[in-house]
């Protein structure tokens, strides 16, 4: 049962990516799913979460209004859209399983940490 990220990639200031993380072993349609990053040198920090129904969507204020998280529960599947990227957006950005982001921004809440794929914005 695990996570796995891809998408990522060495893009400039202004920019756009979209990461994508898939689930094998298990459905996700029975979880949250957050997005987390991480910065050399820094704590991971919660992105973006997306409840099971994808009716819910939670993020970070330093990314609101230029990602957008999104889910395919057929294709166990969940997306992160990221605009108009910045430099310091530059990290590891990883996908996990939560219950119900309800405690979304704290990575002691979730499991299935996937490997991470990296990102990289150059200014």
């Known amino acids: 049962w695990q996570t796995v990220e891809s998408g990522g990639g060495l893009v400039h200031s202004g920019e756009s990516l979209r990461l994508a993380c898939a689930a094998s072993?298990?459905?996700?349609?029975?979880?949250?799913i957050g997005w987390f990053r991480q910065a050399p040198g820094k704590t991971r920090e919660g992105v973006a979460c997306?409840?099971?129904?994808?009716?819910?969507?939670n993020y970070a204020d330093s990314v609101k209004g230029r990602f957008s998280i999104s889910r395919y529960n057929a294709r166990n599947m969940v997306y992160l859209q990221m605009s108009s990227l910045k430099f310091e957006d530059t990290g590891t950005y990883y996908c996990?399983?939560?219950?119900?982001?309800?405690?979304?921004?704290?990575?002691?809440?979730?499991?299935?940490w996937g490997p991470g794929t990296q990102v990289t914005v150059s200014s």
């Open positions: 997306i409840d099971r129904h994808g009716e819910s969507r």
């Open positions: 996990a399983v939560e219950e119900n982001c309800g405690n979304w921004e704290s990575r002691n809440s979730y499991t299935r």
């Open positions: 072993g298990f459905s996700i349609n029975y979880h949250a």
